[in-house]
Protein backbone atom coordinates (compact mmCIF):
# COMPACT_ATOMS: atom_id res chain seq x y z
CA UNK A 1 0.00 0.00 0.00
CA UNK A 2 1.57 3.35 -0.79
CA UNK A 3 0.38 6.99 1.11
CA UNK A 4 -2.09 7.66 -1.58
CA UNK A 5 -4.57 5.05 -0.21
CA UNK A 6 -3.71 6.36 2.90
CA UNK A 7 -4.88 9.98 2.29
CA UNK A 8 -7.97 8.58 0.25
CA UNK A 9 -9.01 6.79 3.54
CA UNK A 10 -8.31 9.82 5.53
CA UNK A 11 -10.37 12.05 3.51
CA UNK A 12 -13.38 9.78 2.56
CA UNK A 13 -13.30 8.07 6.08
CA UNK A 14 -12.93 4.91 5.05
CA UNK A 15 -11.81 2.05 6.98
CA UNK A 16 -9.00 0.17 6.09
CA UNK A 17 -8.65 -3.61 7.54
CA UNK A 18 -4.91 -3.70 7.99
CA UNK A 19 -1.88 -1.87 9.84
CA UNK A 20 -2.89 1.27 8.86
CA UNK A 21 -6.21 1.20 10.41
CA UNK A 22 -5.31 2.25 13.75
CA UNK A 23 -3.33 5.11 12.12
CA UNK A 24 -6.48 6.78 10.35
CA UNK A 25 -8.54 6.09 13.33
CA UNK A 26 -6.13 8.45 15.49
CA UNK A 27 -6.06 10.47 13.06
CA UNK A 28 -9.85 10.93 12.66
CA UNK A 29 -9.89 11.82 15.85
CA UNK A 30 -7.51 14.46 16.28
CA UNK A 31 -8.87 15.73 13.02
CA UNK A 32 -11.93 16.02 14.86
CA UNK A 33 -10.55 19.21 17.16
CA UNK A 34 -10.12 21.07 14.02
CA UNK A 35 -12.89 23.20 11.89
CA UNK A 36 -11.25 21.94 8.13
CA UNK A 37 -9.05 18.77 7.92
CA UNK A 38 -7.78 17.60 4.74
CA UNK A 39 -4.72 15.22 3.54
CA UNK A 40 -3.14 14.72 -0.09
CA UNK A 41 -0.30 12.84 -1.15
CA UNK A 42 2.70 14.39 -2.28
CA UNK A 43 4.95 11.84 -4.36
CA UNK A 44 8.33 11.25 -2.51
CA UNK A 45 10.79 13.19 -5.20
CA UNK A 46 8.37 15.84 -4.85
CA UNK A 47 8.78 16.35 -0.92
CA UNK A 48 12.12 15.17 -0.23
CA UNK A 49 12.74 17.07 2.99
CA UNK A 50 9.44 14.91 4.82
CA UNK A 51 11.24 11.50 3.12
CA UNK A 52 14.31 12.24 4.81
CA UNK A 53 12.88 13.73 7.98
CA UNK A 54 10.62 10.17 8.09
CA UNK A 55 13.43 7.93 7.50
CA UNK A 56 15.80 9.98 10.08
CA UNK A 57 12.90 8.93 12.92
CA UNK A 58 12.55 5.39 12.17
CA UNK A 59 16.23 5.46 12.69
CA UNK A 60 16.42 7.21 15.83
CA UNK A 61 15.61 6.10 19.16
CA UNK A 62 13.30 8.32 21.20
CA UNK A 63 11.95 11.94 20.34
CA UNK A 64 13.86 14.81 18.81
CA UNK A 65 13.12 18.14 18.52
CA UNK A 66 14.99 21.30 17.04
CA UNK A 67 14.10 24.53 17.61
CA UNK A 68 16.12 27.18 15.65
CA UNK A 69 17.51 24.75 13.13
CA UNK A 70 17.08 21.65 11.52
CA UNK A 71 18.94 18.39 11.33
CA UNK A 72 22.34 18.30 9.14
CA UNK A 73 20.66 15.77 6.97
CA UNK A 74 18.15 17.71 5.29
CA UNK A 75 20.41 20.90 4.68
CA UNK A 76 20.70 20.44 0.90
CA UNK A 77 17.01 19.17 0.56
CA UNK A 78 15.73 23.08 1.68
CA UNK A 79 18.02 24.70 -0.18
CA UNK A 80 16.48 22.81 -3.43
CA UNK A 81 12.80 22.65 -2.17
CA UNK A 82 12.50 26.51 -1.68
CA UNK A 83 10.77 27.99 -4.27
CA UNK A 84 12.29 30.73 -7.44
CA UNK A 85 9.75 32.92 -7.23
CA UNK A 86 8.10 34.19 -4.31
CA UNK A 87 4.19 32.61 -3.69
CA UNK A 88 1.76 35.59 -3.87
CA UNK A 89 1.56 36.83 0.06
CA UNK A 90 4.26 34.71 0.92
CA UNK A 91 7.78 36.03 2.37
CA UNK A 92 10.90 34.36 2.11
CA UNK A 93 14.07 34.92 4.49
CA UNK A 94 17.13 34.45 3.19
Known sequence: MDSKTVADALNSRRKLQNYTSTFIHDAHILGSLFAAVSFSYVRRSAN??????????????GGKIWFREYPPCIATLIELEKPCI???GSVLNE
Open 48 to 61: MVAHQLARLALASE
Open 86 to 88: PLE
